[in-house]
């Protein structure tokens, strides 16, 4: 080609690359098209369009199920806003899981000490020996490339710091991102898809630009009880009998403390779950296979404490455990009606 001989054209596994070298500062450039996200295949828009629910891994929550089909049509960059523990991370595996091919689901988790060079790449210094620091063997492809013609999961993304999500701007606005003497140029196609809690006040604020750059989808707790007892049912494991009426009893529990005003944690489903689980594991221990209240009573303040907050009013009163001991012993198990679901 007529004026490149300082170019080396190169055809990697995904994408070309060319170098230069200009007055110590080397350029990557990938081809120089718009960062993206993936264009959707005729399989994923045919199941999206289906009249079958496709995200079958999550029990309920309709509204966001029809939310995130049309943001997946429209090709768009999602943000999943809730509380731990309802499916975030579930929900997008799911979608993973719809189309073959996609090539991967490439998971993030933010924090604070997470680099811009963790997510697009960095210089390898043993490579950079062995083959020259302006080689193209050396520049070792962070996550995001891995996440090509996949999803790219960032969970958790306002626990990233400031820089990083500055250089996340960079790459969605202008389609380059600066890495100490490199400047790259991206064509990397995914769904990318992040969550955010709400409820975690140890985060970065989301700058307006950044996010204006997603649409966001708001997901809570189940909608019902008996979708929660459903979820608890699907996913807990079975070690011994537990009835129904007890089943009710731990879920709706949980279900009263997240509805009540002393709390500014409150329990995820995980919770359920673990009142689920260890009160048979209790049931075992103690020699009989039928889970009995007293197998709940024991595990309650294991299982529940450390997965609440007290309001500051309450918080210097008693403790979380105390508090926990105190709500259930108020709770009547013979008020809990019987129930045609058990485990």
Not at 55 to 84: C, D, H, M, W, Y
Not at 116 to 127: N, R, S, T
């Amino acid at each position: 080609m007529k004026g490149t001989k300082n170019f080396r054209w190169i055809c990697p596994d995904v994408v070309h690359r060319i170098f230069t070298y200009q007055k110590s500062q080397q350029q990557i450039y990938i081809c120089p098209r718009a960062l993206r996200t993936l264009m959707l295949s005729e399989k994923l828009k045919s199941v999206l369009l289906g009249g079958k629910d496709p995200f079958t891994e999550i029990i309920g929550q309709g509204r966001v199920k029809l939310e995130l089909k049309s943001a997946l049509l429209s090709e768009r960059n999602i943000i999943l806003i809730g509380p731990p523990g309802i499916g975030k991370t579930t929900l997008a595996k799911n979608i993973a899981k719809l189309d073959p091919g996609l090539k991967g689901f490439v998971r993030i988790q933010g924090s604070p000490d997470l680099t811009v060079e963790d997510i697009l790449g960095d210089i390898d210094p043993v490579k950079a020996l062995q083959h020259g620091p302006l080689s193209l063997e050396a520049f070792q492809k962070g996550k995001i490339f891995k996440a090509h013609n996949g999803i790219l999961f960032f969970d958790e993304l306002n626990r990233c710091p400031e820089k990083l999500q500055n250089a996340l701007l960079q790459v969605l606005e202008e389609r380059k991102a600066t890495i100490g003497a490199y400047t790259v140029d991206f064509d990397v196609d995914f769904i990318f898809i992040g969550t955010m809690n709400p409820e975690d006040s140890s985060t970065e604020k989301l700058s307006d630009v950044l996010i204006d750059r997603f649409d966001v989808i708001t997901m809570s707790y189940p909608d019902s009880e008996a979708d929660e007892k459903q979820i608890t049912l699907a996913k807990g494991k079975k070690m011994a009998e537990v009835s129904a009426k007890l089943l009710t009893l731990m879920v709706r529990f949980v279900r009263n403390l997240r509805a009540g005003d002393d709390l500014e944690k409150k329990p995820s489903v995980r919770a359920s779950l673990g009142l689920y689980e260890r009160s048979q594991a209790n049931a075992l221990l103690a020699g009989h296979k039928t889970v009995v209240a007293e197998d709940v009573k024991a595990v309650v303040i294991s299982v529940l404490a450390h997965r609440i907050r007290l309001k500051p009013s309450l918080r210097y009163i008693e403790s979380p455990a105390e508090y926990i001991q105190k709500k259930f012993s108020l709770f009547d198990l013979e008020s809990v009606e019987d129930s045609k679901e058990g485990g």
